[in-house]
């Protein structure tokens, strides 16, 4: 009986091992190889051949033969699709060591794009997103040598180093009218993927940076201490998927199944029709039914783009942000008899309703720009607001002392909960928004009668 592989994805540059946004699922080691009918033809091998020999006899330094074969492979595989890769014996390793989420480097997911390194996304509190890197950014240098000309696998391997040491790295962003340099130092980054905490009136917000094998279960344990620490019953949730650029694919269904009831979660389709997988939804949602808002943007790949597909086309959640980065592709990794692995492109994934992001992405149902809300002295009124208890001869109120204190907390914590709002607005617009959106929800959800129970 063959063997399965189950291969999770490396997620961070700094210690990458291929491309971005890479789904996984199980490999069987003895998959049969291709029928004689499809074999390489004798002349295309006597061209492989006679390029080998040229290269060795007349290249202007002397090349062995180790070398030039493992060239070939990388660029036999690295030029099927930017997500599929070559990895020898210590990538490999490497790679499996990452998927723990515990890693050393910079804590960013890149991608090639037309011979430079482009950022997909930072990870949460890590040197990238500390030093200010975006998703788009294209790393351009690393400390004096340009990206110009590397692999993919060779700048990553430039960007790695031991804790505590340093590196330069110069950024080309969009609209700005010269590059940037950032000076980092390397961490040993132990990356928590799911982060969570109460927001006003009984709104969950729980944040998801990768997708791992231990997000699954590190959902639902942060969900339930919310609900055990919250002073009131969880009125509704946002789930943060920005910047989240994928991962484990076992991780992105049992977050859709969290909160599906019914229905497949995802399709996967190969190029043979036994290739087909469908993952479908479990009873159960550990919201109840609760109003739900989904946050997006660019860098959001893969994994999370499953999650956010799922939830859309399920109408479980109302889905808010920008476009998604549009990765409709399953990689599978292939161990190797010599140690290493191949990771190659297998499949192609399909949301509940049978449509493709590949390319296109994942729409939000309400698009948000993303803004940056900057305090000014604007902001400060000249005065505090008159009210009808400051006009000269204004009736008073009758109701008893009991009463007015119940309303003068009241506003004492409408005043509390106004300035946490603009605090939020100012830090994290997007955020603001959701929840303004899903306050909506479930004011629109109780005056229907059908409360979250």
Same mark, same amino acid.
């Given at each position: 009986?063959?063997?399965?592989y189950r291969?999770?994805?490396a997620?961070?540059a700094? @210690?990458?091992? *291929?491309a971005?946004a890479?789904?996984?699922?199980?490999?069987?080691? /003895?998959? #049969?190889?291709?029928?004689? !009918?499809?074999?390489?033809?004798f002349?295309?091998?006597q061209?492989?051949?006679?390029?080998?020999?040229?290269?060795?006899?007349d290249y202007?330094?002397?090349?062995?033969d180790?070398?030039?074969?493992?060239n070939?492979?990388r660029?036999?595989i690295s030029g099927l699709?930017?997500?599929?890769?070559?990895?020898?014996?210590?990538?490999?390793?490497?790679?499996?060591?990452?998927?723990?989420?515990?890693f050393?480097?910079?804590?960013?997911?890149?991608?090639?794009q037309?011979?430079?390194?482009?950022?997909?996304?930072?990870?949460?509190?890590?040197?990238? @997103?500390?030093? *200010?890197i975006k998703?788009?950014?294209l790393i351009?240098k690393?400390? /004096?040598? #340009?990206?110009?000309?590397l !692999?993919?696998?060779e700048?990553?391997?430039?960007?790695r180093?031991?804790?505590?040491?340093?590196?330069?790295?110069?950024?080309v962003r969009?609209?700005d009218?010269?590059p940037?340099v950032m000076?980092?130092?390397?961490?040993?980054?132990?990356?928590d993927?799911v982060r969570?905490?109460?927001?006003d009136d009984?709104?969950?917000?729980l944040r998801?940076?990768s997708?791992t094998t231990?997000?699954?279960?590190s959902l639902?344990?942060?969900?339930?201490?919310?609900?055990?620490d919250?002073k009131?019953p969880?009125?509704g949730m946002?789930?943060?998927?920005?910047?989240?650029? *994928?991962?484990v694919l076992d991780?992105?269904v049992?977050?859709?199944? /969290?909160?599906?009831?019914?229905?497949?979660?995802?399709?996967?389709?190969?190029?043979e029709?036994e290739?087909?997988r469908e993952?479908d939804?479990?009873?159960?949602?550990?919201?109840?039914?609760?109003?739900?808002?989904?946050?997006?943007n660019?860098?959001?790949?893969?994994?999370?783009?499953?999650?956010?597909?799922?939830?859309?086309?399920?109408?479980?959640?109302?889905?808010?942000?920008?476009?998604s980065f549009g990765?409709?592709?399953?990689?599978?990794?292939?161990?190797?008899s010599?140690g290493g692995a191949?990771k190659?492109t297998?499949?192609?994934?399909?949301?509940?309703s049978?449509?493709?992001i590949?390319?296109?992405?994942?729409?939000?149902?309400v698009?948000?720009r993303?803004?940056?809300?900057?305090?000014?002295?604007?902001?400060?009124?000249?005065?505090?607001p008159?009210t009808?208890?400051?006009?000269?001869?204004?009736?008073?109120?009758?109701d008893?002392?009991?009463?007015?204190?119940?309303r003068?907390k009241?506003?004492?914590?409408?005043k509390?909960?106004a300035?946490?709002?603009q605090k939020?607005?100012?830090?994290?617009?997007?955020?603001?928004e959701a929840?303004n959106?899903l306050?909506?929800?479930?004011?629109?959800?109780t005056?229907l009668g059908d409360?979250?129970?």
């Amino acid at each position: 009986m063959p063997r399965s592989y189950r291969v999770p994805l490396a997620l961070a540059a700094g @210690a990458l091992l *291929g491309a971005a946004a890479t789904l996984t699922q199980s490999v069987l080691a /003895d998959k #049969p190889q291709s029928t004689a !009918t499809d074999t390489l033809g004798f002349r295309d091998l006597q061209t492989f051949v006679e390029i080998l020999n040229r290269v060795k006899a007349d290249y202007v330094e002397p090349v062995d033969d180790k070398t030039l074969i493992e060239n070939a492979e990388r660029g036999m595989i690295s030029g099927l699709d930017p997500h599929s890769a070559y990895m020898d014996k210590d990538e490999y390793k490497d790679m499996n060591v990452i998927t723990t989420g515990k890693f050393g480097g910079l804590g960013i997911e890149v991608q090639m794009q037309d011979g430079f390194v482009r950022v997909v996304s930072p990870i949460d509190d890590t040197p990238a @997103a500390k030093a *200010g890197i975006k998703p788009g950014d294209l790393i351009v240098k690393i400390d /004096d040598t #340009p990206v110009k000309g590397l !692999t993919l696998n060779e700048a990553v391997d430039k960007m790695r180093g031991e804790p505590g040491s340093k590196i330069k790295l110069t950024i080309v962003r969009e609209g700005d009218s010269a590059p940037k340099v950032m000076d980092l130092t390397r961490e040993t980054i132990s990356v928590d993927s799911v982060r969570g905490r109460m927001l006003d009136d009984g709104i969950a917000y729980l944040r998801i940076s990768s997708f791992t094998t231990e997000t699954g279960d590190s959902l639902r344990k942060q969900f339930a201490k919310l609900q055990k620490d919250s002073k009131t019953p969880i009125k509704g949730m946002v789930l943060d998927l920005r910047n989240n650029p *994928g991962g484990v694919l076992d991780a992105a269904v049992q977050v859709g199944d /969290d909160f599906i009831t019914h229905g497949p979660i995802v399709t996967i389709k190969g190029r043979e029709p036994e290739a087909r997988r469908e993952f479908d939804a479990k009873p159960g949602d550990i919201l109840k039914g609760a109003p739900m808002v989904v946050l997006i943007n660019g860098g959001s790949a893969s994994a999370s783009e499953i999650v956010a597909g799922a939830l859309q086309d399920s109408h479980r959640a109302l889905i808010v942000g920008t476009r998604s980065f549009g990765k409709g592709s399953v990689q599978t990794i292939l161990p190797l008899s010599n140690g290493g692995a191949i990771k190659i492109t297998t499949a192609r994934y399909y949301t509940p309703s049978g449509r493709s992001i590949q390319a296109e992405g994942i729409q939000p149902d309400v698009p948000i720009r993303p803004l940056q809300i900057a305090k000014t002295d604007d902001d400060k009124p000249d005065f505090d607001p008159i009210t009808e208890a400051d006009l000269k001869g204004s009736l008073t109120n009758t109701d008893d002392k009991e009463s007015q204190e119940q309303r003068e907390k009241d506003a004492a914590e409408r005043k509390r909960q106004a300035e946490d709002a603009q605090k939020l607005a100012e830090s994290d617009y997007g955020l603001y928004e959701a929840s303004n959106i899903l306050r909506g929800l479930i004011l629109s959800k109780t005056a229907l009668g059908d409360g979250a129970n």
